[in-house]
């Protein structure tokens, strides 16, 4: 309908046409993109990962090794993720999902076994995070581990004060009527119902539907003291300032405190861990079924395994690394900061998700959409 | 009495277009000024930079973009003026009853809400196994284009003469030669009006983009939502300038530089 | 005959990618997952999130679609009477934001609507509250107007340049006075460009899915962004096609509105 209403432009239209022409001078560079048919020669890698979670220069250094042009592709969350790999509208050959959606996706059988003889790195893997793998991979067959972490509150200290409240500690602190408007919480299904799951006490996959119900209602309850749902915006939200606490992924807490340090904001972003405990998670490479270079799939896993690539991604994304000999190239400081790598001890409670299979999966999704759509 | 009451209403006309060009201008000029701004905050001026700019034209991303969004603008308008063009010629041979068929079937993807475009293509790519990507994108640009180049070329074939061209026909001339030597210099202003309409139409498409793209390839467009649900950075708000001023300039050299007389062409 | 044979690409084209994709979301909309018949899909619009859903969607673009009205008007009137071709400087100057990209547009009011944005910061130097502005309906329906403004203008000032001054000055003749003119005279004849720009704001106002996104902060969610979410997120393709075929029927009332008061497509240069 918008598009018959330029049809009275035509007038005007004359002019874009040379935009053509300008534009095109510009430095568009030689990395004109292939669109072509995903080749079945082996020169290309789809990888299929969260936004801001590689340091780019890493990509650059893995190509001009191997010779393996990487096509590189982002998602927001592993809901959004899920399609595009059933429904193999693009066959992306290494995908970066989280731990109940890898599940998810072998229990449909939709992942490649991965061949380890091709991915020797596998041995800088830190031992503990293989053996909390096996609750979605149970013989640690189809992935390897790349970040893992927890989901906490981040918190503004100048505005709780300025609004006369305590520093949370726990996800009730989020149901605060002094809040409103001041909360930002996760646009995704499965985090939402975490927060409200785990303050009444329950646990975060549960499938009982009266829990459910109850989760439900908290949510709405608490959607008129929410400002926004955001995923990635919640970063930038909370480093200008627009609300007072956020429920938040805890790899981004490095770079928050570096971005108020170098703004030099006057207020300090401070991370918890609620003491119900939370989530507990870890994102893995794992390679679909419909992948047309596996082999490059696993060079590329096997190169993100190498501790000091590894090393770089953790500098840049700041995300808490699960690979034994990157952590030990660490400076002490940084091995200590409790916030980047918590001591089991303040993970007491917390939980993996798992997957609860298509029909619960559904109820979710329903219950979610009713709180949206309140 | 009547030139006090004349000019009372001059003065509140005046005063109603500029509320409404101030409404329709604030954004943009906040953008501009944000641009140029040093700080990253919005509400304090840090100084005066052109970095965003630099960050801009350095990033790999929003040049990519760039490329593929003029890339699948020109080719589509190109294989749509082709394939309308044609189209045209023939449907404007017919006969009433299959006339109206398909210029009925040529409405829908104007007259339908992209959001149903986009995705009756994005299952269609999927059922017939094409891969998503630059491909499908560039098809489902050409399939809301061809409309548009049909729509500009038809009025046009209907002021031609059928008369001329049966005349070089009995002058000995083959039909394709009559048609480049006789018809196609009268419905060229046409063709190219169509060419530049779907050049326009697929810069400015979002939404039919979002459900047909794939791997790796961004349009401008859908670059800037993924950004912005990212967190806003101030090198968009270098992009926006950038566009506004080139569009501007464009469209003042356009319209206001004497050229070949183009109205009432539609 | 070979004229005709023109048509062949057109055809294998509109029938590969118009006819068939949209047969598919009827298919679709049609059956469950295990490709059985079913009118689910479709009846799940009475459902209570979904229906909330719809009438939210229908109330904001009513909304944004009035106001687009009510300032379209006088300002497409106004123009007409400065006797301004549609190349004239002024008029120019109202199209011109159409050019740049939609996406930049709702961007820029996220930027001045935000809690740290423009707009309270402006208020906050002038020590007066500052306002939560953004992820409201209001802000949507903002955000509407502002995109969708010109779609309005432009079929309105369009068929206002058609009307002859003679009929204008006859009425004013025969005694009328302003009010009448404009109630029996302008009106009536430019019918056809307000309905025009009426369907022109009112489908894309009902069927968007980012503006809602952008300035609601997903908080508010119509009846685009809940097909969009089955699509992408939800991944019930079934229960999406079903909601646009709903969708589809208001589109195809706009169409026969269209059909009945534009029928020589006076509301566009067509």
């Known amino acids: 309908m918008k598009k018959r209403f330029f049809a009275l432009t035509m007038t005007t239209v004359t002019a874009v046409s040379l935009l053509a022409g300008c534009g095109g001078k510009a430095p568009a560079g030689d990395s004109a993109q292939s669109g072509t048919e995903s080749a079945s020669d082996s020169g290309e890698l789809y990888v299929y990962n969260w936004g801001e979670y590689i340091d780019e220069d890493v990509i650059t250094q893995f190509e001009d090794e191997t010779g393996i042009k990487v096509i590189y592709d982002l998602f927001e969350t592993n809901e959004e993720m899920y399609p595009v790999i059933e429904a193999g509208a693009v066959n992306y050959d290494v995908v970066c999902p989280s731990d109940y959606m890898i599940q998810k996706m072998r229990e449909n059988d939709m992942l490649a076994e991965i061949n380890f003889d091709n991915v ?42 300025e609004l006369g409240v305590d520093a949370p500690t726990s996800w009730e602190d989020l149901w605060d009527e002094r809040l409103s408007g001041e909360i930002l919480m996760q646009d995704s299904v499965r985090d939402a119902f975490m927060v409200a799951l785990k ?21 709405i309850d608490q959607k008129p003291l929410v400002q926004a749902y ?15 606490v956020g429920v938040i992924y805890s790899g981004e807490m490095l770079y928050i405190q570096e971005e108020v340090q170098n703004l030099g904001l006057d ?69 200590g900061n409790k916030s980047v790598f918590p001591d089991d001890a303040d993970l007491a409670g917390s939980e993996v998700f798992t997957y609860l299979g298509d029909d619960v999966d559904s109820i979710y999704n329903n219950l979610w959409k009713e709180v949206k759509s309140n | 009495m009547n030139r006090i009451k004349d000019n009372f209403n001059r003065i509140w006309q005046d005063f109603y277009l500029v509320i409404i060009m101030v409404f329709l201008y604030a954004p943009i000029a906040t953008m501009m000024v944000l641009s140029f701004n040093s700080s990253k905050s919005r509400t304090q ?49 017919m006969k009433a009853v299959p006339r109206t068929i398909l210029m009925g079937i040529t409405n829908i993807p104007m007259l339908n809400a992209d959001i149903v475009t986009g995705i009756s293509l994005m299952l269609a790519f999927i059922a017939f196994g094409i891969s998503l ?63 530049l309409l ?38 968009m708000y270098a992009l926006s300038t950038v566009i506004f001023v080139v569009v501007l300039l464009l469209l003042l050299i356009s319209n206001f530089a004497p050229r070949r007389k183009q109205a009432d062409q539609t | 005959m070979s004229k005709k044979m023109l048509s062949g690409p057109y055809l294998l084209w509109m029938i590969g990618f118009i006819i068939i994709p949209l047969a598919l979301i009827v298919y679709y909309g049609l059956t469950d997952k295990n490709n059985v018949f079913t009118l689910a899909n479709v009846l799940s619009i009475a459902t209570a999130e979904h229906s909330k859903a719809l009438w939210l969607s229908l109330g904001l673009s009513f909304a944004s679609t009035l106001i687009c009205l009510v300032l379209a008007y006088p300002l497409a009137m106004i123009l007409r009477n400065r006797q301004m071709g549609q190349g004239s400087f002024i008029v120019f100057i109202f199209i011109l934001p159409m050019w740049m990209n939609f996406l930049l547009r709702t961007l820029a009011w996220q930027t001045l609507l935000e809690k740290s944005g423009v707009i309270n910061g402006i208020l906050t130097a002038l020590h007066l509250p500052t306002q939560s502005l953004i992820n409201t309906p209001g802000a949507i329906v903002l955000g509407m107007v502002y995109n969708f403004l010109p779609f309005m203008v432009l ?116």
């Open chain 1, 120 to 161: 020797p790195n596998i041995s800088q893997i830190d031992p503990k995070y293989m053996e909390m793998s096996k609750a979605f991979d149970p013989d640690n067959q189809y992935s390897v581990p790349y970040c893992w972490g927890t989901v906490g509150i981040l918190y503004n200290t100048k505005r709780l004060e």
């Open chain 1, 199 to 219: 303050k009444d006490g329950y646990s975060m996959n549960t499938a009982n539907e009266t829990e459910l119900a109850q989760a439900k209602q908290d949510l």
């Open chain 1, 230 to 244: 955001v995923v990635d915006q919640v970063r930038d939200k909370m480093i200008g300032g627009e609300a007072a």
């Open chain 1, 267 to 335: 207020y300090n972003l401070e991370y918890v861990l609620p003491k119900e405990g939370t989530n507990l998670w870890v994102d893995s490479w794992v390679i679909p079924k419909n992948a047309k270079n596996k082999e490059n799939a696993e060079k590329w896993i096997d190169f993100m395994c190498r501790p000091e690539i590894a090393k770089a991604n953790f500098e840049y994304i700041t995300y808490p690394t699960p690979n034994k000999g990157a952590f030990d190239l660490l400076d002490a400081d940084m091995q």
């Open chain 2, 45 to 93: 001026w840090g100084g005066f930079t052109l970095q965003w700019y630099t960050q801009m034209f350095a990033s790999r991303n929003i040049m990519d973009a760039l490329y593929n969004t003029l890339m699948i603008a020109f080719l589509s308008a190109l294989i749509a003026t082709v394939i309308g063009t044609a189209a045209s010629i023939a449907i404007n041979s």
């Open chain 2, 133 to 195: 990507g630059f491909q499908t994108v560039l098809i489902a640009h050409i399939t809301f284009n061809i409309p548009y180049v049909i729509l500009s070329v038809m009025p046009k074939l209907k002021q031609t003469s059928r008369y001329t061209y049966e005349a070089a026909m009995d002058l000995g001339a083959s039909p394709i030669y009559a048609f480049f030597h006789v018809v196609f210099p009268d419905i060229l202003p046409g063709v190219l009006s169509g060419f």
């Open chain 2, 198 to 235: 779907a050049f326009t139409m697929s810069l400015d498409d979002f939404i039919i983009t979002h459900f047909t793209r794939g791997a790796g390839i961004n349009t401008l467009s859908t670059l800037i939502y993924s950004e912005v649900r990212r967190g806003i950075k101030p090198s």
């Open chain 3, 155 to 270: 079929p309105i000032y369009n068929t206002l340049c058609k009307i002859d001054d003679n009929t204008i000055n006859a009425a004013r003749d025969l005694g009328a006075n302003f009010t009448q003119t404009l109630l029996w005279v302008w009106f009536p004849l430019s019918v056809p460009g307000v309905i025009s720009g009426i369907t022109m704001v009112f489908v894309p106002a009902l069927t968007t899915f980012v503006i809602s996104n952008l300035l609601g902060g997903s908080k508010i969610l119509l009846i685009g962004n809940v097909i969009e979410q089955e699509f992408t997120k939800g991944s019930n393709w079934h229960l999406g096609s079903g909601l646009s075929l709903v969708l589809m029927v208001f589109i195809l009332l706009s169409m026969a509105l269209i059909a009945k008061y534009d029928k020589n497509g006076e509301g566009s240069a067509f």
